[in-house]
T-cell receptor, first 116, second 111 residues
Framework: GAVVSQHPSWVICKSGTSVKIECRSL??????MFWYRQFPKQSLMLMAT?????????EQGVEKDKFLINHASLTLSTLTVTSAHPEDSSFYIC????????????FGQGTRLTVV | GQNIDQPTEMTATEGAIVQINCTYQ??????LFWYQQHAGEAPTFLSY????GLEEKGRFSSFLSRSKGYSYLLLKELQMKDSASYLC????????????FGSGTRLQVQP
């Protein structure tokens, strides 16, 4: 299957700083990427949908100014958590879909963010 | 709104068969997905149903009834490595293709 690489796997940052997470599709062109957040023992919650070359679509309750998403190319999307706070500590996972017709999404390895 | 229900936890014995149920009530429907997720790892794709009926793939099978808003994942010949969370997810719509996930079922396989 297709491979999606997410980096870093884990990061610890100080409260008030910003953290950038990268999501790359290694062997296919991802027209659409999704960013999810998962708190312990809970399921994945969609944060935003990212389409190459256009602004991301954020889910209700997700602050677009806090979670900056950039999808500058067909193989890379980034999520920047700005002015991070301890309550932003979570597992962030991206997924990517190839082309316009496919439905199967391939997930990255996830990034464990801890804000201290 | 979106509502996807599945049992929180299940326990089964190695070599046995287990069925994990999922019911959904969503504003849109573009297929029903099952993912496996080990602790601290990203989900891995198991199955996709868009039409009613049973899809079989090795030890794993998935069933869908759209009229009942119901799906199940059937795992046969359970192995210890099958201990994981199993996530039921509904495709939102053909345009966005995002997924709405259930809370997941933690399956513990015992010797």
């Amino acid at each position: 299957g297709a491979v999606v690489s997410q980096h870093p796997s884990w990061v610890i940052c100080k409260s008030g700083t910003s953290v950038k997470i990268e999501c790359r599709s290694l062997d296919f062109q991802a027209t659409t990427m999704f960013w999810y957040r998962q708190f312990p023992k809970q399921s994945l919650m969609l944060m935003a949908t990212s389409n190459e070359g256009s602004k991301a679509t954020y889910e209700q309750g997700v602050e677009k100014d806090k979670f900056l998403i950039n999808h500058a190319s067909l193989t890379l999307s980034t999520l920047t958590v700005t002015s991070a706070h301890p309550e932003d500590s979570s597992f962030y996972i991206c997924s990517a879909i190839e082309g316009q017709q496919n439905t199967e999404a391939f997930f990255g390895q996830g990034t464990r963010l801890t804000v201290v | 709104g979106q509502n996807i229900d599945q049992p929180t936890e299940m326990t089964a014995t190695e070599g046995a068969i287990v069925q994990i149920n999922c019911t959904y009530q969503t504003s849109g429907f573009n297929g029903l997905f099952w993912y496996q997720q080990h602790a601290g790892e990203a989900p891995t794709f198991l199955s996709y149903n868009v039409l009613d009926g049973l899809e079989e793939k090795g030890r794993f099978s998935s069933f869908l009834s759209r009229s009942k808003g119901y799906s199940y994942l059937l795992l046969k010949e359970l192995q210890m490595k099958d201990s994981a969370s199993y996530l039921c997810a509904v495709g939102m719509d053909t345009g966005r293709r995002a997924l709405t996930f259930g809370s997941g079922t933690r399956l513990q396989v015992q010797p």
